[in-house]
């Protein structure tokens, strides 16, 4: 509409009366529109993981605790004390002592066996290099990772406690899951 | 209706008759009671005192139970293990299940700060004055290799957090998946609901170093001359 300068007659447009029920339409209608996306998750469902009772089940390549680990035939050590997987720790968190197997004593495989083998956990950050470094897959990473404790010595995981059969606390996915 | 009362109930002969020491018992436990409100008991008798009122004990249990089940996590992430803490109040690992409701933003409102991330040297006297501020009972979290024991971080500017604050829980890990963290808050919350003793107080046998409100002027004055006396000691041992 274009304006006529000579009459005398504006016509003004003006915006919807308020009140009734298109006043109500425009004053909730967004605001239901926004809740839609609201309702439309509850009817999704919860995504909370009930933690300590059910637990997310962990990738087959998850690196949690380290595990030492014996030949299934003789019983000896695997681990030969060869302090290759302490050489690329970037962390510094592995102690290998090796000593001499004598024909009384054989406890691993090789030449030597590692006579005091620490791992400090908490100062592990899990990068697995130890797993990559080691030429006989004596130390492999498990799947647990419950491991906080209330002190920091209670941290230092021994021989014994790595080569022990860890309790299974995470489940591991089974393939293609 | 039959009306038992306290300590006669009805046994197979009847109500159970008084024994002869019974009654003294009861007026030696009141008069106790009297004087505990006149502020007037003291040594041995205060001591029989607590040992009678089992409320007590019940009521530390009750106590403990509580705090273990509503401890306050502060909002204090230092470096990327924060992307994890913050992970737990998400949807998935729902803190709030545990009783950490909400992060509290200020150290006066929390009753836990997790250390997620390196320390600084810098650093350190921060997260110890806000420490510091926190209001007792206080537990610390260190979560991650970093704050507990430095990780792969060894050198001259990271500095480990029990060095400079009592800490309750390590948590390993590099970062520690949100589990292992809500493990480590399980495992605080076993300590506080289990056994107390080892909060940081009996831990570091730092009874009596408690701040507190002087009830008079006279004590405000008193503590003030220890004050002036122990640096006046230390002034003298550096000299």
């Not at chain 1, 509409?1 to 006043?23: F, I, K, Q």
């Not at chain 1, 004598?102 to 100062?123: C, D, L, Q």
């Not at chain 2, 992307?83 to 545990?98: N, P």
């Not at chain 2, 806000?130 to 290799?145: F, H, S």
């Amino acid at each position: 509409m274009t304006w006529n300068p000579d009459s005398d007659v504006v016509e003004v447009a003006r915006g919807p009366e308020p009140g009734g029920l298109g006043g109500a339409y425009r004053v909730f209608g967004e605001t239901l529109r926004g809740l839609k996306t609201s309702f439309m998750r509850v009817v999704e469902g919860t995504h909370t993981v009930e933690y300590p009772e059910e637990k997310i089940p962990v990738y087959p390549r998850w690196r949690g605790r380290h595990k030492l680990h014996k030949f299934e035939d003789t019983g000896l050590e695997k681990c030969v004390g060869c302090s290759l997987c302490a050489a690329a720790c970037p962390a510094d968190c592995i102690r290998v002592v090796a000593t001499e197997n004598t024909p009384e004593n054989r406890v691993s495989g090789g030449e030597r066996y590692a006579a005091v083998y620490e791992i400090n956990m908490s100062r592990c950050i899990f990068c697995g290099y130890c797993e990559i470094a080691c030429p006989f897959d004596a130390i492999t990473m498990g799947s647990d990772f419950e491991l906080a404790d209330y002190n920091r010595s209670d941290l230092i995981f021994t021989k014994e406690m790595l080569l022990a059969e860890p309790m299974v606390r995470t489940p591991l996915r089974a393939e293609g899951e | 209706m039959e009306v038992i009362r306290h300590g006669k109930a009805a046994g197979p002969g009847g109500p159970v008759a008084l024994q002869p020491g019974d009654k003294e018992a009861f007026r030696a436990r009141q008069l106790r009671a009297r004087d505990l409100l006149r502020g007037e008991l003291e040594g041995d008798d205060i001591e029989q005192h607590v040992r009678d009122s089992i409320v007590t004990t019940t009521l530390d249990k009750a106590a403990h139970w509580a705090q273990g089940n509503s401890i306050f996590p502060l909002t204090f992430g230092l470096a990327c293990c924060s992307i994890e803490m913050i992970s737990l109040v998400g949807a998935r690992m729902d803190m709030s299940r545990f009783g950490s409701e909400a992060m509290r933003a200020t150290p006066r409102q929390a009753d836990m700060i997790i250390l997620a991330g390196r320390v600084s040297m810098k650093m350190a006297p921060v997260v110890r004055r806000i420490y510091d501020q926190m209001l007792e009972p206080k537990y610390a979290i260190a979560m991650g290799a970093c704050s507990s024991s430095m990780g792969v971080f060894n050198n001259y500017a990271i500095v480990p957090a029990d060095k400079f604050m009592p800490v309750d829980v390590h948590i390993p890990g590099c970062p520690p998946r949100p589990e292992a963290v809500v493990y480590g808050i399980l495992k605080l919350r076993k300590m506080i609901q289990d056994d107390p003793t080892m909060a940081w107080r009996d831990r570091y046998r730092a009874h009596g170093t408690e701040e507190t409100k002087p009830w008079s002027l006279d004590e405000l004055e008193e503590r003030a001359g220890r004050a002036a006396q122990l640096e006046a000691r230390e002034k003298d041992a550096r000299a």
